[in-house]
Structure formats: C-alpha cells, structure tokens
C-alpha cells in the first residue's frame, strides 16, 4: 500500500470557526468532524480557550487527539491529562502586566485551570464566562499570579488601543502576542502560538506539514497557514487574515466550517491510501 500527498491532518480553530457566534457546535459541523476521521484525517483543536472551555467539544465530536489550550500554552489529552506546558517567564510576565494597562486594557491571567480577573464587571468577562463555562476568580491584585501564567489577556471595548498594544507587545523579549478577537489580546509564551501548534502535532504524528490543512478567521491562525498543503480563512475573517490563506470559505453563521470540510479538504483526503 502507497501512500500519496493528501490531507492527513487538519487543525481546526474553535471560535469564529468551528462555533457560531453563539458559541454553538451545529450537527453539520459535527458530521463534518466525523467525515474527516472517517476518511483517516487526524484532527486537532487550537484555541486559545483553556482546557476547560475545550471539553465540552470531546464527546460530540468523538475527538482522541490532544487539544491545544491556550493557542498551545497547555497540550492536554481528551481526559484533561497535561501533556506540555508552557509558561510565560515571570519577568515578561510583569512587563506583559505592565503594558498592557498602560494601554488602558484590562488584565486577565490564566493560570494552571484557573482564570483570574480583578473586576467581575469588565467588559466581556460575562460572556468569556458563558463561553468557557466555568466562572474566573476574583482576585484584589493580580500580581502575585504571574509566576507560571499560561496566557496573559488584555481585553478592551477599544480595539484601536488593543491593536496599539498588540504592536507594542511585539518588541518585548519572551512572548507572543497576537488578538484572538478584536478586543482580547493573547499573550503567551513564544512556543505557544497555532503556528508551533501544527509543528508540534505534526512530529507528534508522524505527519508532514505538506500534509495539513488549517482553518481560522483571526491574526493569531495566520502562524497556522504557512507551509499547509491546505489553508482556509473563514468568510468573517478580516482581509488581511483572507490574503494568507489558500483558499476562503463561508462564515461561522452560514456553515463555513462544514462547507471547507466537505468540498476543499476531504477531496484532497480521499484515495490519499493508494494500492
């Protein structure tokens, strides 16, 4: 039996991909998670959710390979089991800290499975909230956390200033910074980003990059893009997010993900066993 050049795995975001805007998991996008590994397609979630606010995806979608938490701060298996870990130097932490309140951005740190906020009234800790399904804790100061943070969050009504402080972020030594939505600004560890998330999965599976597709709708998927035999931004993606990908399909609210899944990524999966 040969072996030809087809997708072999695809890398999926959750939010503003996978999910609607309301957060649901449609019985399309279901079946469409099901097509690939029936048609022998690894696949693997990418968000930066914590692991948490993955779970609830594992049954549904009848996953068995890790997740990637965190935008792949934390490597967890479907039980919740840590596989890798990486943490934010505490030093760039506190500069991280720093900057991002200079910016007039509220500070959220993700520790370990916890989630600690300074102000349970701050825009979107509500709806992160509702996402995750499971409530953060009230902390007077945020500080003492920063040794092991997983992801630092700046979050923002004010995306003019998210995106000045995503810029800023970008000089400092130790991170990576990139907005996972308009108003939230992902800070993690420089290993922790979708793009080292494929590379990871990749060597984890014996699988070729040349071997992959990806799919997201934000600047923090474009890492994910380079090198995919198959890459697709969503149809809600900004334009700068559509320009680096192969191919663009549909919206999250018109079954964007599942239209991907059945009309770009699984032909370039079926016969990839050949006699």
Known sequence: MKKSQGVRLMVIDVDGTL???DKVLTDRAVQAVRAL??????VVLTSGRPP????????PLGLTTPLAAFNGGLIVGPDSTIIEEHTLPADAAHEVVELVRRHGLDVWVYRGASWYITDIDAPHVDREQRTVRFAPEVVPAIGDLLDKAVKIVGV????????????AARDLVGVYAARS????????????NKGMVVEYFTQLLSIPRGQTATIGDMPN???MFEGSRVSIAMGNASEAVKREAKHITG???EEGFADAVENIVLPEA?????T
């Open 52 to 59: 948490r606010g993955l779970s609830m995806l594992i049954e």
């Open 156 to 167: 923002s009504d004010d995306l003019a200033a998210v995106a000045r402080c995503e810029a």
């Open 37 to 42: 590994r029936k048609a022998h397609v690894e």
């Open 181 to 192: 939505q308009p108003y939230y600004l992902d800070v993690t560890h420089p290993s922790a």
């Open 221 to 223: 998927d474009v890492a």
């Open 19 to 21: 999910l609607t805007p």
């Open 270 to 274: 079926v016969g990839r066993n050949d």
């Open 251 to 253: 919206s999250n609210t």
